[in-house]
């Protein structure tokens, strides 16, 4: 059974910074797209960035120069980069593997004005 656990969220101003994990279990990692879905209240989830196993990654144009995903295959983690933070950024922020039917069980992402 796939299990993903995501960390490193929290509170922070806008304009700050902060780093997200996703550790897999149960799949083989170094072969999967991963990606990192957030969601904000009242709001339809939305895929944020993806990276392939080759390292190729897309992001959703709001994030664009502001976040990067990237990841460990030794350590079967996936991570995401985000700086430059909005308010609109505030959601949870869930991780994903291919084809993203499944998600783990998501990270708090609060920023402030």
């Known amino acids: 059974q796939v299990q993903l656990v995501e960390s490193g969220g929290g509170w922070v101003q806008a304009g700050g910074s902060l780093r997200l994990s996703c550790t897999a279990s149960?799949?083989?990692?170094?072969?999967?797209?991963m990606g990192w879905y957030r969601q904000a209240p009242g709001k339809q989830r939305e895929l944020v960035a993806r990276?392939?196993?080759?390292?190729?990654?897309n992001y959703v144009n709001s994030v664009k120069g502001r976040f990067t995903i990237s990841r460990d295959n030794a350590k079967k983690t996936v991570y995401l980069q985000m700086n430059s933070l909005k308010p609109e950024d505030t959601a949870v922020y869930y991780c994903a593997y291919y084809p993203f039917a499944s998600w783990g069980q998501g990270t708090q992402v609060t920023v402030s004005s």
């Open positions: 990276i392939t196993s080759g390292g190729s990654t």
């Open positions: 149960g799949l083989i990692f170094s072969i999967t797209t």
